[in-house]
């Protein structure tokens, strides 16, 4: 390997962790937001639905950190594909309807969406554990 081959993965690898600790702190944000929508689910009210709806804002916050970081590090090795799936959708309508009209279909509703964006997040990070694990192999 080259000193330049080298420098870009030694640049490769700092972007790759540094997208790993931006998704596992938006894996915790998301298991907050996730136990909030389990507690409103079964015995909240208007109250645990608007925490429930900060804690989504502060893992939307999360996801767009590790889909900046995840961009970085894809630029970093150019091979790296799928990380639009990183996106959490729950919508202005259902974050209304659900504080509103506080019911189990709407918390339902919320909850799967919580519960897909857990997925997509565990998904990246294995993603990227992977690569990060290849790339500490390469020769020096």
Same mark, same amino acid.
């Given at each position: 390997?080259?000193?330049?081959?080298?420098?870009?993965?030694d640049?490769a690898?700092?972007? &790759?962790?540094?997208? +790993?600790?931006?998704?596992? $702190?938006?894996?915790?944000?998301? $298991?907050?937001?996730?136990?909030?929508?389990?507690?409103d689910?079964? +015995? &909240? &009210? @208007? =109250?645990?639905?608007? =925490?429930?709806?900060?804690?989504?804002? &502060?893992?939307?916050?999360?996801l $767009? *950190?590790? *889909?900046d970081?995840? %961009?970085?590090?894809?630029?970093?090795? *150019?091979?790296?594909?799928? =990380? $639009?799936?990183?996106?959490?959708?729950?919508?202005?309508?259902?974050?209304?309807?659900?504080? +509103?009209?506080?019911?189990?279909f709407?918390?339902? %509703?919320v909850?799967?969406? =919580?519960?897909d @964006? *857990?997925?997509?997040?565990? @998904?990246?990070?294995?993603?990227?554990?992977?690569? +990060?694990?290849?790339?500490?192999?390469?020769?020096?």
């Open positions: 390997m080259t000193p330049g081959q080298q420098r870009e993965a640049e690898v700092v972007a &790759g962790r540094r997208a +790993l600790a931006s998704l596992e $702190e938006a894996e915790d944000a998301l $298991e907050s937001a996730s136990n909030w929508g389990a507690f689910l079964f +015995l &909240g &009210g @208007a =109250i645990s639905s608007v =925490i429930k709806h900060v804690r989504l804002g &502060g893992a939307r916050e999360a $767009e *950190r590790a *889909r970081d995840l %961009y970085a590090f894809t630029r970093e090795l *150019r091979d790296v594909s799928d =990380i $639009e799936v990183l996106r959490m959708d729950v919508g202005a309508l259902a974050t209304t309807l659900d504080v +509103l009209f506080d019911n189990v709407v918390d339902l %509703y909850q799967k969406k =919580i519960d @964006a *857990r997925d997509n997040v565990a @998904a990246a990070i294995r993603a990227t554990r992977v690569v +990060l694990a290849r790339l500490e192999e390469t020769p020096r």
